[in-house]
């Protein structure tokens, strides 16, 4: 996910061209052709396999943090074509279903900075954090009038970004300058700057234990900060470009996609260890846990599917067929649904977690990135990385 920023601007000025109807109709193409790290790390997918991910700025700097792994960027194809690797014990896809006209529709279009990747909610105070990854800023939305009231400043090329409600503290991992920046949330000012591995993209947060689990794509590894003094008690490795995580705080476990090896790291949050591999679709890279149902959703980009993991047996028990390019996703415990971004359909899907299957899908939402779930307001917010934009879709 690493790119030149003239190449970066370039492709976002043509989708809106072409999304306005200023251009004629021509492939999503155009806005990928994104390599992807290969850390040469064996059992990996090899480059000539790895498929186009959605573009990310390349700024030409010398790294602040010390890391052993400097990713070689690599091509990928722009949709998937191939088929996922075999998975011993792995249910075979059921059929996409047709969507349906509810219950999902877009309420409000906010427009944010350049390119926003990831999306973070604190339902407590309603506020939504988006990381700008070609702004080098996050926005801060206020839910209930779907405005952005501040701009933070933060590291170079932001993609993750995670907030603990218990103590008012955003957490954005800076992917380019191998930084994790930590924001006041209750005065929006960047508060400390916390070194990590190489190339942190994804970030979660366990309030619980008021931990914080870095992803780092480069370095094969998890960072995990300690919220309370900002320091990194442990670096963890992990399998071949690890790309999303999330935290169950009801088990104390820690899931990691890694989208060189099509499989999830589950760690021990107490050890800070890798327990189980779960083995999973093609190049996984976005997770999210059910921590009502202990079941782990494992959108996998390639093959266009959803693993569904029992987290306490850490077997994959279903694999739900979706839309093209899943890049991120979402869960809202409270009704039991699921919501998948799908970056090269430009929609969003809406999954019922019991039966496993795709409700309704929300068209229009360009290059479809981050998402995150208010469930106290029934409110979806998706990051529009085509139209720098996020998306307010009622559940």
């Known amino acids: 996910m690493r790119r030149q920023p003239w190449i970066f601007l370039l492709s976002a000025v043509l989708i809106a061209l072409l999304v306005t109807g200023c251009l004629p109709s021509t492939s999503h193409e155009a806005a990928l052709g994104t390599p992807r790290p290969s850390s040469g790390t064996a059992g990996a997918t090899p480059p000539s396999a790895i498929a186009q991910r959605p573009t990310l700025p390349t700024p030409t700097l010398t790294s602040t943090a010390t890391s052993t792994a400097t990713p070689t960027d690599t091509p990928r194809p722009a949709t998937p074509t191939s088929a996922p690797p075999t998975s011993t014990g792995t249910p075979t896809a059921t059929a996409a279903p047709v969507p349906t006209a509810a219950p999902g529709r877009v309420l409000a279009t906010i427009a944010v900075g350049i390119t926003p ?17 070609a702004s080098d800023t996050i926005s801060v939305i206020d ?14 090329t932001p993609v993750g970004v995670a907030v603990n409600p218990t103590t008012a503290r955003v957490y954005v991992a800076n992917s380019h300058d191998n930084t994790v920046t930590v924001v006041d949330a209750a005065r929006d000012r960047v508060i400390a700057t916390i070194p990590v591995g190489a190339h942190p993209e994804s970030i979660a947060v366990d309030a619980t234990t008021n931990r914080v ?22 670096t963890v490795p992990v399998g071949s470009n690890p790309e999303g995580v999330a935290v169950n705080p009801a088990t104390n476990r820690v899931y990691v996609a890694n989208v060189g090896d099509n499989s999830v790291s589950a760690i021990d949050g107490a050890s800070n260890r890798v327990i189980a591999t779960i083995h999973t679709g093609g190049q996984p890279d976005a997770v999210a846990v059910n921590t009502t149902t202990d079941r782990v959703y494992v959108g996998n980009y390639l093959d266009s599917t959803v693993s569904v993991i029992d987290g306490a047996a850490d077997k994959v028990v279903a694999t739900i067929a979706g839309e093209a390019g899943p890049f991120g996703i979402g869960v809202n415990p409270a009704t039991d649904r699921v919501y998948v971004a799908n970056y090269l359909a430009n929609n969003v899907s809406v999954v019922d977690g019991v039966s496993n299957r795709a409700i309704v899908t929300v068209p229009g939402v360009v290059g479809a990135f981050g998402v995150a779930v208010n469930s106290r307001t029934s409110r979806l917010y998706v990051a529009s990385s085509g139209h720098n934009s996020v998306a307010v879709i009622r559940e």
Do not use: H, M, P, Q
């Not at 999306?119 to 990381?131: D, E, K």
């Not at 839910?143 to 170079?156: E, L, N, P, Q």
């Not at 689990?213 to 990194?232: C, F, H, L, Q």
């Open 213 to 234: 689990y870095v992803a780092n794509v480069g370095g094969n590894s998890v960072s995990a900060i300690d919220g309370a003094t900002d320091r990194v008690l442990a």
């Open 117 to 133: 990747s990831g999306v973070a909610v604190n339902a407590t105070t309603g506020r939504v954090y988006v990381a700008n990854s």
């Open 143 to 156: 839910g209930a009038t779907d405005r952005v009231i501040a701009t933070v400043a933060v590291g170079t």
